[in-house]
């Protein structure tokens, strides 16, 4: 009984759980540990990605035979290059279209409060949905005093702002030190040589298959989605430029970050465009939700396959229920990270159960021999 592995898992959930416990009941203890975490996840997560967008160029530098330290600098360069270009290009528009917005969000939700009133009295409108159990005169006011509300409040919330501009001075100030010695031990391999070093024989090479393939999955994941993403972005910025639409610039960005979101980004996206539309007319707003599905349908077609192909190996429906259990878990950044979480998952379980199915041939080989 005491040597049956049941017994001995049964006593290390115990363990775990306990640990967790006392630690709930110790909160002053870790206060400080989970405050450093938060602080510098957001860092590491930026750099992260950075370092996954930029070893390539990095990596093609010194197969030139350009010294590692030099061949960060040129990606350094290349980073705060490409930084200053969109700031020049784009930085006067996305100012100007911030400014009118704000100037202009009250009175677009006055004719939004006008607009659906006067849909209401729409005799198609009439026969689709019963008005008469919708209040919709109510409805247009809500949304008018959640818009006002949430603005009054972000406008209030001082102590929140500072939070938030620590944190961006932060993440500034780390990023490029992160970034820099993610670049510099790729090319050293030091977490190979800890390998070596610390992790038994019969692990070291599951082990260091398993880190080669996440590495390149999380490096043609990111790469991918940044390509597809811009083009996305771009290709709705000319759509709304042809339809005439209001803060195209703004619209475009909103569209090409949701698209990070497989499948269900492209909705999400095209929500605020359809709504901005709306506030012109009801067919511009018809014209944007066919610019989107035209962007959308070329993504799918052809620039999501020619990027990405079928790199990440999983099927539309696990991809959109990963997606819904990660936000429901941790929010958005969830949704953002629950593809490439998952994709790590699913490699480290992979190769754990290879490992142990060989492990249990050699066992046999050696039993029978």
């Not at 406008?155 to 929140?160: A, I, K, P, Q, R």
């Not at 996440?214 to 083009?231: H, M, P, R, S, T």
């Not at 000319?238 to 803060?247: A, P, R």
């Not at 195209?248 to 970050?257: E, N, T, V």
């Amino acid at each position: 009984m005491w040597d049956s592995k049941i017994f001995k898992t049964g006593i290390s959930l115990l363990v775990v759980f306990s640990v967790i416990y006392l630690g709930s009941q110790i909160t002053f203890v870790f206060r400080p540990i989970v405050a450093v975490f938060e602080t510098l996840f957001l860092s590491f997560l930026i750099s992260g990605i950075l370092f996954y967008l930029t070893a390539p160029l990095s990596d093609l530098l010194c197969k030139h035979k350009v010294p590692r330290k030099l061949s960060i600098l040129i990606v350094f360069v290349v980073i705060v290059g490409a930084i200053l270009f969109l700031a020049l290009a784009i930085g006067p528009i996305l100012a100007a279209e911030f400014s009118k917005l704000a100037s202009e969000l009250p009175q677009k939700l006055k004719e939004l409060n006008t607009l659906i009133i006067g849909l209401s009295h729409h005799p198609l409108v009439g026969q689709l949905i019963n008005i008469e159990a919708i209040d919709l005169r109510k409805l247009a006011e809500g949304l008018a005093n959640l818009a006002s509300s949430t603005i009054a409040g972000l406008s209030s919330s001082l102590n929140t702002m500072v939070g938030v501009i620590t944190n961006f001075f932060t993440t500034i100030i780390i990023v490029p030190f992160l970034l820099f010695y993610m670049l510099k031990e790729k090319g050293q391999g030091s977490i190979e040589n800890l390998i070596d070093r610390f992790v038994p024989e019969d692990y070291k090479n599951s082990i260091k298959q398993a880190m080669a393939e996440i590495n390149k999955k999380l490096g043609d994941y990111f790469q991918g989605v940044a390509i597809v993403c811009l083009c996305v972005g771009i290709l709705a910025y000319i759509s709304f430029l042809i339809i005439g639409l209001e803060f195209a610039l703004i619209l475009a960005i909103i569209i090409g970050i949701t698209n990070i979101i497989p499948y269900l980004g492209p909705f999400i996206g095209a929500v605020p465009a359809a709504l901005i539309g709306l506030f012109d007319s009801p067919a511009k707003m018809l014209y944007v939700i066919i610019a989107v599905v035209i962007v959308q349908q070329i993504e799918s077609l052809f620039i999501s396959p020619a990027v990405m192909g079928r790199k990440m190996a999983l099927s539309p429906l696990a991809v959109i229920l990963v997606i819904l259990v990660a936000g429901r878990l941790a929010g958005l950044l969830g949704i953002i990270l629950a593809i490439p979480g998952f994709t790590v998952l699913k490699i480290i379980i992979s190769h754990t159960y290879n490992h142990i199915q060989l492990r249990k041939q050699k066992l046999e080989e050696s039993m029978i021999n």
